[in-house]
């Protein structure tokens, strides 16, 4: 069945990166398309970044410049690196298979970042 | 941006009722591209619907979508215990792709 299973979440200070990763099984990783989804603590969801099977990569405004979106076919994992980190990234960060820039048919579990000093 | 407003923000009905979550968007939303989410505490979304109307695999009939243009509809015919949940709508009709702010359906 189809898994996806996000890590690296942690406390960081404000101005500082962290790499989160997302592993995933059960399907063909390189014919898919991924994406970031964000959930702040009580609140509902953003999107995040995008990423094509081909490399292509799309971000919200609020993470353009500081967020990278990456995939490692080979290894079927997606990465997100986060630098300049804001209180405002605070969030359950999800990993998403993205139906060709469209919907999210399935997700993972998340990861919770915690940017505060 | 295409801003999506759901009402109510809370629903209250008991296992057996029939809910309507409603979901309204700022502009039309293309080829009625928009998507239903279930998530319940702790947990990942899990697509409920898209294209307004189709139920994705493993969703029983019971849910159903509906609407078009700005205006969506999701209708749960009779709750089960296992329903109570918050629904959130999201449109894939224009870029950035966005979210509704929730409905929670919860146990009158």
């Known amino acids: 069945q189809v898994q996806l299973v996000e890590s690296g979440g942690d406390l960081v200070k404000p101005g500082g990166s962290l790499r989160l990763s997302c592993e995933v099984s059960?399907?063909?990783?390189?014919?898919?398309?991924m994406s970031w989804i964000r959930q702040a603590p009580g609140k509902g969801l953003e999107w995040v970044s995008y990423?094509?099977?081909?490399?292509?990569?799309i971000y919200a405004d609020s993470v353009k410049g500081r967020f990278t979106i990456s995939r490692d076919n080979g290894r079927n994992s997606l990465s997100l690196q986060m630098n300049s980190l804001r209180a405002e990234d605070t969030a359950v960060y999800f990993c998403?298979?993205?139906?060709?820039?469209?919907?999210?048919?399935?997700w993972g579990q998340g990861t919770l970042v915690t940017v505060s000093s | 941006e295409i801003v999506l407003t759901q009402s109510p923000d809370t629903l209250s009905l008991s296992p057996g009722e029939r809910a309507t979550l409603s979901c309204r968007a700022s502009?039309?939303?293309?080829?009625?591209?928009l998507a239903w989410y279930q998530q319940k505490p702790g947990q990942a979304p899990r697509l409920l619907i898209y294209?307004?109307?189709s139920r994705a695999t493993g969703i029983p009939d019971r849910f159903s979508g509906s609407g078009s243009g700005t205006d969506f509809t999701l209708t749960i015919s009779r709750l089960e215990p296992e329903d109570f949940a918050v629904y959130y709508c999201?449109?894939?009709?224009?870029?950035?792709?966005?979210f509704g702010q929730g409905t929670k359906v919860e146990i009158k």
């Open positions: 999201q449109q894939y009709g224009s870029s950035p792709r966005t």
């Open positions: 294209g307004a109307s």
């Open positions: 990423i094509s099977s081909s490399g292509r990569t």
């Open positions: 502009q039309s939303v293309s080829i009625n591209y």
């Open positions: 998403a298979r993205d139906r060709g820039f469209t919907y999210f048919d399935y």
């Open positions: 059960g399907f063909t990783f390189s014919d898919y398309y």
